[in-house]
Structure formats: C-alpha cells, structure tokens
C-alpha cells in the first residue's frame, strides 16, 4: 500500500508539471507564434498602414558557381512590377559559366550589373566581402537582398516589401522557405525554416527583432555604413544577415512582410549535408546574439522537451499501476498541446502560401527538432573554431 501511495504522489507531481509546461507552452503558441497569422488578418482588415511611396531600390545576389540557379531565378527577379530598381549580382570567383550568363542577360535586361570579388582577397570572409563590393556599387539607398538559388513566388514581392518603407523604417524582414516537395528530408526542412520565421518573425513583430535571413530582407544603405559594415563580426565567417540584423534591428525600426506573395522560394537541398552545414553557420553565429529573445527561445525548446519527458513518464506510471485516469490525463495533456500547435502551424503555413499541412508528421518533427539542433552543437564542439571564421 505505501508504494502505491508514493508512486499516487509521483503521477500528481508528474500530472502536475504536464500541466504548468502545457500553459507555458499555448502561451507561447498562442502569443509568439501565432503573430504572423494575426498579422496577415490585420493587413487583410486594413489595421496597418503602409507606405504608399515606391522608392528607387537596389537587389543586391552574390552568385559562386550558380549558373544554372542564375538562368533559372533571375528572370523572376528582374521582372519584378516595380517602377525603378536595378539588380546588381557579384560574381564570387565563379569557374562555371555565370560570367557568362550574366553577360548575356544584361543585354537583355538593362537594369542587371554584374560585378566581381578580386581574387586573393582575405580580409573578409568571401560572402561578406561580396555584399560589400555590391552595396558600394549600388546607386539606391534601400537595399534588398536575396541569393542566386532562390526566386520569388510572385512578382509583386518588391511592391510588398517597398510598401513597409517609411521614415521610421531601416530594416525589412521577409520570409523564405524551399520549394514543397515529397520526401522526408524536404518535409523536415520545411518544417525547421516554417519554425524558425515563426520564431524570428513573431519576435519581430512583438517588438523585439533578434535575426533575420539573408534570402529575404532588406535595409537601408545608409544603416550598413553607419555601422561599418560587417566590421563588428568581421571574425567570423558568416553572419552578414542574422548578427548585422541583431546588432542594429529595435522595435521602431523594424518591419515584418507577411503576404505570401512576398515570399522567397529557394532550390531544395540536394544533400542533406548542405543543410546541416548551414544549420551550424547559424548555430555558431547565434553564441552572439544580444538581447533576451534567445533565451526566451530556448525557454520554448526546454520546457517543451520537459513537457514531452513528463508526460511519458507519467503514461508509464500509470499504465504499470493501471491508473486509466491519470492515464487519461496525460494523454489529454498531449492532446490539448497537438490540437494547439497543429491548428497555429497549419493556419501559419498557409497564410504564408504554403501547400500542405503539418499533421501527421507534426509530432515527430516536433521532437527532432530540438534533438537535431542539440546534435549539431555537440558536433560543433568538436569541431575546430577556426572552421568557422573567415578565410
């Protein structure tokens, strides 16, 4: 009897600690993750106001041994329905024929430039010095950027994005994900970059900006020299969007662009090794974000992988003791949890444009998530830090 009493105690702590984590974590869905949905709700019913000025602007790609990606995106970028803009692509040492290519369409196109990085050039990492040479070639002072491997879903993205530029704006978040295709690996990183705009996003949108990507943003000229650049990460090899951005990004100067029709769509990862690579830039940049917002992030992944842990403690408890209502409990906690993030990731990823819906793969994905990015920082440790910064 005094065994059944102590584990009686344990399924209450167990059920106890289940339901304070499911709190926490619908405020967090229903606070933070849901803003771009509620967002896009608020444009549809007039609540914000935009600009009405569409500014000359500059599009600004750096392009190494992209010359099928080149033919492929940049028709969808050049005929953008916007009224003055140029597209200036820098030509990273390419040994393909993007040289080339570019040559070609600017014939064609004559709102493309095309530069080069010198080579030999070390003092900057060799994607950071390619935004450089072409920022310091542009002629427009709003700059947006994206890459070689991605087009935009329709050609009303620079209206949507030129819209958020008022005098009170520097920075312009966008949103861009991978083309929607059958397989797991696909799925999987869908969902990850789903999750990560909800993130950086939805913190964006509660006033407190901490990142962004490079595929889809864009700021002023005049913000990039303010700050000298890249000079303040110049260490690193990446960084020139997520730590820029976290360094200069706040409440009043900050916009997010929502619609669907201003999202980016990049080419899928062909290795899956490619993906793991970048997802590891970014965990090594993200060691020296400031502010808050990243550690209230990992609050989300912390208490959520508790959650799940309490939970199926308690499912195993109680089915040993055969304890149905306790057991039913626990099972209604996960519920109540599934129904929450479903309903909000799904409402998200169509308003976002998105073609599927994340149901049955939700919880898996769910769970890998937090356990893959523990992983890639376990690698990361081992890994020599010089890898990581510039050459």
């Not at 949103?175 to 909800?198: E, V």
């Not at 990142?211 to 090899?237: D, V």
């Not at 993200?286 to 989300?300: D, I, N, P, T, V």
């Not at 937090?370 to 050459?391: A, C, D, H, V, W």
Request: glycine share 4%; charged share 20%; hydrophobic share 40%.
């Amino acid at each position: 009897m005094k065994t059944i009493l102590v584990f009686n105690d344990i399924e209450i702590i167990l059920i106890s600690i289940s339901a304070l984590l499911l709190f926490i974590q619908i405020l967090y869905y229903t606070l933070l993750y849901n803003r771009i949905y509620r967002h896009n709700k608020a444009c549809v019913k007039g609540a914000i106001k935009y600009s009405d000025e569409m500014p000359p602007l500059s599009i600004i790609i750096c392009a190494r041994d992209e010359s099928d990606n080149l033919l492929r995106n940049l028709p969808s970028i050049l005929e953008q329905d916007y009224p003055n803009f140029e597209v200036i692509v820098v030509n990273d040492g390419s040994t393909d024929e993007s040289e080339d290519i570019l040559k070609l369409m600017s014939a064609r196109y004559p709102q493309l430039y095309h530069t080069f990085t010198p080579d030999g050039s070390r003092y900057l990492s060799r994607k950071k010095l390619a935004l450089t040479l072409g920022i310091k070639a542009s002629k427009h002072d709003w700059l947006v950027f994206t890459e070689a491997n991605c087009k935009p879903t329709s050609n009303q993205w620079l209206r949507l994005m030129a819209r958020n530029f008022t005098s009170k704006t520097d920075i312009v978040l966008g949103y861009s994900n991978c083309q929607s295709n059958k397989g797991w690996t696909n799925k999987r990183i869908t969902f990850n970059l789903l999750f990560l705009a909800m993130r950086y996003m939805g913190m964006a949108l509660c006033g407190k900006p901490y990142m962004a990507i490079g595929r889809n943003m864009a700021y002023r000229k005049e913000l990039f020299f303010q700050q000298k650049g890249f000079s303040s990460h110049l260490n690193l090899l990446r960084g020139e969007d997520d730590l820029f951005v976290n360094k200069v990004a706040n409440q009043s100067n900050t916009r997010v662009e929502t619609d669907s029709n201003a999202t980016i769509q990049m080419q899928n990862y062909y290795h899956h090794k490619d993906w793991r690579e970048e997802r590891m830039n970014y965990l090594t940049t993200a060691r020296q974000y400031k502010g808050s917002q990243r550690y209230l992030l990992g609050f989300e992944t912390t208490t959520r992988l508790l959650m799940y842990f309490a939970i199926v403690a308690g499912i195993v408890v109680s089915s040993i003791y055969m304890h149905w209502l306790m057991l039913g409990l626990f099972v209604l906690t996960f519920i109540l949890r599934f129904i929450t993030q479903t309903v909000i990731i799904n409402k998200t990823a169509k308003s976002l444009g998105h073609d599927f819906k994340f149901i049955s793969i939700l919880p898996v994905f769910d769970i890998l998530q937090p356990m893959q990015t523990l992983g890639y920082k376990m690698i990361l440790m081992f890994k020599s830090k010089n890898e990581y910064r510039r050459r």
